[in-house]
Structures are given as C-alpha cells and as structure tokens.
C-alpha cells in the first residue's frame, strides 16, 4: 500500500485548523496524515472574543475555543502545542521544530507532501524604552488575554492607558471601562478608528468622551515609563505624561510572515504572504497559506491588501483544505468588511475610505446622510450617521462607513453585499429591503445615504 501523504500545518488557529479539518472530511486517514504545530496553548480560537474576556462578559478562555487540540486528535489531526516551526526548507520538502516545553527545545525535522502556513499577524510593538515592561499588553492570542487577565486580577489597576485607537484599542477601551479603570485613550492620527474616514472617526470620539473615555489625538508615544520595581507606571509621549498601571497596545498588526521571508517566498508590499485564487503561494505548487500572514485582493480597488479578520481565515482555510483534500475551491477576494463597538456606539464600515480610492485613482462623490435605526415615531429609534463613495460618472459604490447606536452596525452587509455585486448606489436606493417601524424607516438608512449620492452622481452628470 502506498504510503499516506502527509499535510504540515503551521498555526492551529483559524486558517490552519479549518484548512486541516476540511481536508480531513474529505480524505481517508489512510491517505493523508495531517500533523499541525501550534506554539501557544490553544487551538481553533476566537482572538476577537478577547476584550468581551477581559470586559467580564464572557468567563474564557474556554468559551473562546471552539475546538480543543483533543477534539482535533480525536478527528485524526496530530495537533502539538508548544511546538514553534522555525524553519521551512522549501527543496527538502520539510520543516523544522522546535519542542518549547522540553528541556533544552528539542529540535527536530519533518517532512510534507503538503504545506499550510497559517501562522497569523502579531501586534505592533514600537522600538522604545520600557515597551517590553511587566504590565504592557499586546492582545492577540488567547496567551495574550490570559496574559492580560493575570495582571488584572492579580494587581490594582485603577489607571489604563490604551496605545492606538484601532478596532483593539476602542474595543479594549469599553473593556477596560467596564471594569472601573479610568481609561485614556492615545492616539497618532487625526482621530480615532483610522478605518474610518477623519469626519466619521469625529463621531466615534465624541461618544468615547461622553464615555468618560479620554482620548488624545495627535500623541505619538514616546517612552513606556516604569517604576522602581521595573513595573510600567506610565505612558509619555512628547508633550505630555499618562499615569498607568496597565498599558495595552493596539496599534494594529502586521503579517507574521518571517518564516515565509526566510525561505523565500513571494512576500506583497504588507509583508503578507502572496497566493493564487486557490490560497497556493504563488509559484509553489504543494504550498498554501490563509488567513492573517497573506494578502487578499480587494474587489472594490483591484489591489491586493492585509485584512486580518477571522472570516476571511476561515474561509481561507476550507478552500485549502478543500484543495488538498481532493476537490476544488476558490477565495475570490474581499471588500473590507467590519463592525465594532465601544459601549453602545456600534461602528461599520466596508469598501474604500476616501484616501485609498484616491490612492488607487479613483473619482468619486462622498455624501453623509442623517437617519434613525427605527421609524422616527417608533419607540428607542436612535439616531445614526451613514457615509457612501460613489464614482463619478458610472455611480458604482465605492465604499460605505455607519456610526450608531443599537441596529446600526451590521447594516453595513447591505454596502458589502451591494460591492460584492458591482452595484450602483442608484440600484441599492432601489433594492427592496425588509421594512416595519420597529425595524426600518419607509427608507432604510443606507438608501437614504445611497439615494442622495444617486442624486449627486445625476447632478454632475448633467453639468
């Protein structure tokens, strides 16, 4: 009998594990050995769950795994923790392994048929004094928010200072906020949510503030301050200083691709790993990879961009397990999807923000349109700010932010399902959309936004 072929993943998160589990629905175990190597504690996680952790809404980290590296081994999966990769030998068809947990880190070689690299993004940690001090917090992993979690519970926290602004910084923020602490908020930009454009980014700050959130635009931190006992006890940036017990960093992240860089492989302008529309890395056959270490081509733009979002891992990853498994899939690409919240303020946006549809030399028209979640007279209708980029000329939505309260964010689909499908905003003014007052205006939100750019977009035209 000929012997199995065998599949290496390296991550055991999202990308890595659905990759593994679909390739194994799919194959006899007698045919595919599949062997996966996590350097963490944990696999098949939900890294966004970890400020709901921290805030006290969910107990975690438990409720955050939605696969135990035991279920995976009862399924066929050869899953090792603490098991680091640090090396791909391309030619030789194998990697090497470093065993975290043994005495002196064994090393050791293996061997792959198939190889999945899924090895994630790692938070944005800047060059400073202080930066690497016992209490300053990156929060990526489920280590990290046990991390987190151990210098709450184990230390008085009354002041926390929150580095970036970001979806983590906000969403760490309200997390913070709802333990007691008295949260300040620093941030570079202009404004807060820079995955916004500056004039929607204004609305979030002004319910951050009336938050008691305090949040600083325009401060570029410096140094990470600490205390006699080498503890962090503030935040500098150059023109002032934050007293804190507790620094978290959310300043973004970027591909953990260094493994890839290393072995040669074809790397795009973000660092992230660069595939074929079957999550091949381009020009090798036998090797994948998915989620946050790769590129994906954005649909509005035609441009490849890094958009760490668990969905897109999982779906990357059942189109890889799904190759390698025997049958035949696709990742099409995105359009940049993605809804928070901090505190009740729900915060959405999909396509392209005005400076990158600049960037990639489009004409458009922007317009922002005031409406409500409900009909006006319907009790709780709550007010929300909804902000669409049309071309000109052709009307084709561009892209589509929404700042609000409760029923505001995932209305943001409506635009993503619309960009998807190469709409205008004359065509999404017209679908024909679920109404009833405790649900709807007669004109949904997002039309009222869409229908006055349609406006805009005729008016040009005839001039």
């Known amino acids: 009998m000929a012997a199995a072929r065998r599949m290496v993943v390296i991550g055991g998160d999202a990308a890595g594990m659905s990759a593994a589990s679909r390739a194994r629905r799919l194959s006899k175990r007698g045919e595919l050995e599949i062997l996966a190597f996590e350097r963490g504690h944990f696999t098949s996680y939900s890294a966004c769950g970890i400020p709901y952790w921290a805030g006290g809404l969910v107990s975690g980290p438990d409720d955050l795994v939605a696969r ?11 899953v090792r923790l603490r098991s680091e990769v640090t090396e791909i030998d391309v030619a030789g068809q194998r990697v090497r392994v470093r065993e975290l947990d043994a005495s002196g880190g064994a090393e050791r070689w293996h061997g792959f048929d198939d190889l999945v690299i899924a090895t994630g993004a790692r938070p944005r940690r800047p060059d400073m004094p202080g930066i690497d001090a016992p209490g300053v917090h990156g929060v990526q992993t489920l280590d990290d928010g046990r991390a987190l979690l151990e210098t709450l519970e184990g230390r008085t926290v009354e ?24 949260v300040t908020v620093l941030e570079r930009g202009e404004q807060p949510m820079a995955t916004l454009d500056p004039d929607m980014g204004r609305l ?82 036998n090797i994948w990879a ?11 733009s035609g441009r490849p961009r890094h958009i760490p979002l668990g969905t897109h891992a999982n779906k990357q990853g059942q189109v890889i397990g799904t190759n390698i498994g025997g049958g035949y899939a696709t990742f099409p690409g995105v359009v940049g999807t993605a809804v928070s919240k901090v505190c009740d303020l729900e915060i959405a ?18 317009v922002t349109a005031e409406s409500t979640s409900r009909a006006g007279y319907y009790p709780d209708a709550r007010p929300m700010t909804v902000k669409v980029l049309a071309e000109r000329r052709t009307g084709r ?20 399902v619309a960009l998807t499908a190469g709409m205008t905003v004359e065509q999404v003014a017209s679908l024909d959309l679920g109404y009833a007052p405790p649900f709807s ?12 750019a349609a406006a805009v977009v005729r008016e040009a035209a005839d001039r």
């Open 204 to 285: 979030v700050r002004e319910a951050m503030t009336g938050l008691g959130i305090d949040t600083v635009t325009g401060a570029e931190v410096a140094e990470v301050l600490t205390g006699e006992d080498g503890r962090v006890r503030g935040v500098a940036t150059k023109v002032s200083e934050y007293p804190a017990e507790l620094v978290v960093l959310g300043l973004g992240v970027i591909p953990e691709t260094g493994l890839a860089r290393e072995a040669g492989l074809p790397l795009g302008e973000s660092g992230g790993l660069l595939t074929d529309l079957a999550m091949r890395v381009r020009g090798h056959a």
């Open 349 to 366: 946006r999909t396509g392209l923000l005005e400076a990158q549809a600049e960037e990639v030399g489009l004409r458009f028209h922007a």
């Open 159 to 182: 002041r926390a200072v929150v580095v970036g602004a970001g979806y983590i910084g906000v969403e760490m923020a309200e997390a913070l906020t709802r333990r007691g602490c008295r």
């Open 397 to 416: 939505l561009l892209g589509a932010q929404i700042v609000g309260r409760e029923g505001a964010g995932k209305r943001v689909d409506i635009a993503a």
């Open 68 to 78: 135990t590296p035991e279920a995976h081994r009862g399924r066929g999966i050869d």
């Open 290 to 300: 998915g989620g946050d270490c790769v590129e994906v081509l954005d649909l509005v």
């Open 441 to 452: 205006p007669v004109w949904d939100p997002v039309q009222v936004a869409a229908r006055k």
